[in-house]
């Protein structure tokens, strides 16, 4: 029987897994397809390797590392910029030359919709909504209001002389029109970026690139069938899903829950052992603007720890921390997990609780670690960027 692992985000995303997606690909049977099945660029899944090598994946999925080609899924949004820069990062540094099937229903984010996110960020001020500065909801409005925004498979095929003539249009009609709604408009200094020519220029180059490096798709079925072995994994985290109303605006512009793998496991029509891992820190944390109802300072957790993935910036500024709530994460993922199961009966459980070794193996709060694994099916502990512990046993990370 083929095998299918769905990575979620326990809470607020930023939890491990990175750790987890690149675990459960090194121990699968291959073929091997690391299925991005929501969000986009702005994802920062990392993986430390015990040579020193380090990489934070954002196009690919991290079983690239490990042989596995990565697909984008029809509701992630791809950046060709942003794209190109991994692409060839993964070369210097890994010497790997990653494999991506990008599906042609794919929205793409080009330069300005990352322009026209952060300088409606910027007007916002203290009422930011926390923004990451790529673009992505800035990607998802313009395909919802502009109905001549090309998804991927359109916007591979044009020439240089039309992809011009399609960027021109957004400069001069959709733009304006769009922060004007926003109540802003762009400053001197953002006029010359926007306006400057070689801005267009590098796009289309990094649109030709993108093209030519990876192998576009339009069937799921058809693309995942030859594949022994399935990771989803998915970005952010269960209170980023945009159908927490509760937490709205601060939220991610797509699903972050377990039934959009569900659903793409189903749609092949065949029979997967499958489960789901949901992962957090044994603490909260939070990047960005919004409710935290748990947040404390560092210093009650750990005042040393570091963590080298989310460093400060203008957008989302700096990292925030939390005592871990397991009476609500628990609520959380077992309803994910029922939503999921009401489409998948025989779908496992496990949980992955990473960062123990910043708090003493221990959960922020003093409580054990038990509170939350014998919640699942398996469970399993993390004291280091490398290694995984099965309750049972002791597995190194591949």
């Given at each position: 029987m083929k095998t299918a692992v769905i990575v979620i985000g326990a809470s607020y995303g930023d939890e491990g897994k990175g750790l987890a997606a690149f675990s459960a690909a090194g121990a699968m049977?291959?073929?091997?397809?690391?299925?991005?099945?929501?969000?986009?660029?702005?994802?920062?899944?990392?993986?430390?390797?015990?040579?020193?090598?380090?990489h934070i994946f954002h196009h690919f999925g991290v079983g690239a590392l490990c042989g596995a080609d990565s697909l984008a899924d029809r509701d992630f949004i791809v950046n060709p910029l942003l794209y190109?820069?991994?692409a060839e990062a993964l070369s210097k540094d890994c010497g790997l030359t990653p494999r991506l099937l990008i599906c042609d229903d794919c929205r793409v984010s080009l330069p300005y919709d990352m322009i026209s996110g952060q300088i409606i960020e910027e007007s916002l001020a203290s009422k930011r909504h926390g923004s990451c500065g790529l673009g992505i909801f800035e990607t998802r409005r313009r395909y919802e209001t502009d109905p001549g925004a090309l998804k991927w498979g359109k916007l591979r095929r044009l020439g240089k002389r039309e992809y011009f003539a399609y960027c021109e249009g957004i400069v001069r009609e959709y733009l304006p029109?769009?922060?004007?709604?926003?109540?802003?408009?762009?400053?001197?200094?953002?006029?010359?970026?926007?306006?400057?020519p070689a801005l267009m220029e590098n796009s289309y180059e990094d649109l030709r690139f993108m093209a030519k490096h990876s192998r576009a798709f339009s069937d799921w079925p058809s693309a995942a069938k030859n594949y022994r072995s399935l990771v989803f994994e998915a970005g952010q985290g269960l209170l980023l899903d945009e159908m927490n109303k509760a937490d709205f605006p601060h939220l991610t512009p797509s699903r972050t829950t377990s039934q959009e793998s569900v659903k793409r496991i189903l749609e092949t029509g065949q029979s997967y052992d499958a489960r789901v891992i949901y992962v957090s820190r044994s603490y909260l944390t939070r990047h960005g603007a919004g409710?935290?109802?748990?947040?404390?300072?560092?210093?009650?957790?750990?005042?040393?720890?570091?963590?080298?993935?989310?460093?400060?910036?203008?957008?989302?500024?700096?990292?925030r921390y939390g005592l871990m709530d397991t009476k609500a994460l628990v609520e959380r993922t077992q309803r994910d997990l029922s939503e999921s199961r009401a489409l998948l009966p025989e779908l496992k459980s496990a949980i992955l609780l990473t960062h123990l070794?910043?708090?003493?193996?221990?959960?922020?709060?003093?409580?054990?670690?038990?509170?939350l694994t014998k919640c699942f099916d398996e469970?399993?502990?993390?004291?280091?960027?490398?290694?995984?512990?099965r309750m049972d046993a002791k597995t190194a990370a591949p």
């Open positions: 049977k291959g073929p091997v397809l690391d299925v991005l099945i929501n969000g986009g660029a702005q994802r920062g899944h990392t993986v430390d390797l015990p040579d020193g090598r380090r190109r820069q991994e029109a769009r922060l004007s709604k926003m109540n802003t408009a762009p400053d001197e200094r953002w006029q010359r970026i926007i306006l400057n409710p935290f109802p748990t947040e404390c300072a560092k210093e009650k957790i750990n005042a040393d720890m570091q963590d080298l993935t989310n460093v400060p910036n203008p957008h989302q500024e700096t990292l070794n910043e708090t003493g193996g221990l959960l922020a709060g003093g409580e054990s670690t038990e509170v469970a399993y502990l993390s004291f280091s960027p490398f290694v995984i512990e």
